[in-house]
């Protein structure tokens, strides 16, 4: 059972996400915040597996909720159009992916499926804004642990960038799925990163990987 944690100002929200949740067999809501600090509060004494987490919220909005948070529970941040400059210190903050609130019912549920299973999710219109982002960034030094890894690992980190998951990783680099879960555990050792979305960010400050 995938425990849930919805965070949103709005308490219509709020009560649709618990509908659609609660509807699941799989997943439960165990508490409802509707600001940054419940939500902290109630991810401490909760033990959410996910927190659906909105950005703009009173008290403390939901990325200095996602930094407290974040390393103690997935965050998957639900944000709209106007609310995507945030999505890169979010992804900082250890956010662990990203949603737009208009997203299909069941693209939610899959979303909330995927971050609890320890992958990083990002729609494609929020990456966009990502990467748009990622350009916009000053230069930063050289990331440490990077001249450490092999050719494989710089490998399977660029892809990870991009977005595979690793089921696609293992299918495009011919390894088994154990394989691709050795590698990711490297990567996340050898250079200090918490999960994914910190690979991704990795990545791309390294200059790994850059922007099309």
């Known amino acids: 059972m995938i425990r849930v944690l919805v965070a949103d100002d ?13 509807s699941e067999d799989d997943l439960v809501v165990v508490g ?27 008290e403390m909005d939901g990325i200095a909720a996602t930094e407290q948070i ?10 709209t159009f106007d609310l995507d400059e945030y999505v890169y210190s979010a992804l900082r903050a250890g956010a662990s992916g990203f949603m737009l609130k208009d997203a299909p019912p069941d693209d939610l549920l899959r979303a909330i499926r995927v971050v609890a299973s320890g992958e990083t999710l990002l729609a494609p219109s929020v990456t966009t804004r990502l990467i748009a982002e990622f350009v916009r960034q000053p230069a930063r030094p050289v990331l440490q ?68």
Not at 10 to 16: D, E, H, T
Not at 152 to 167: D, I, M, P, Q, Y
Not at 185 to 210: C, P
Request: aromatic share 2%.
């Open 10 to 22: 709005q308490a219509l929200l709020r009560g649709s996400f618990r509908l659609l949740i609660d």
């Open 32 to 58: 409802e915040a509707a600001d940054g600090r419940q939500a902290v509060t109630l991810a401490r004494t909760r033990s959410p597996d996910v927190v659906l987490m909105d950005v703009r919220m009173p």
């Open 70 to 79: 974040a390393g103690q529970t997935r965050v998957l941040i639900l944000t």
């Open 145 to 212: 642990g990077l001249d450490t890894l092999t050719d494989r690992e710089r490998e399977v980190l660029t892809l990870v960038a991009h977005g595979l998951s690793n089921a696609e990783l293992g299918d495009r680099l011919r390894l088994s799925p154990g394989t691709v879960k050795t590698h990711i555990g490297r990567l996340l050792a050898k250079l200090r990163a918490r999960d994914r979305a910190q690979l991704v960010i990795a990545a791309y400050e390294s200059g790994l990987v850059t922007p099309r």
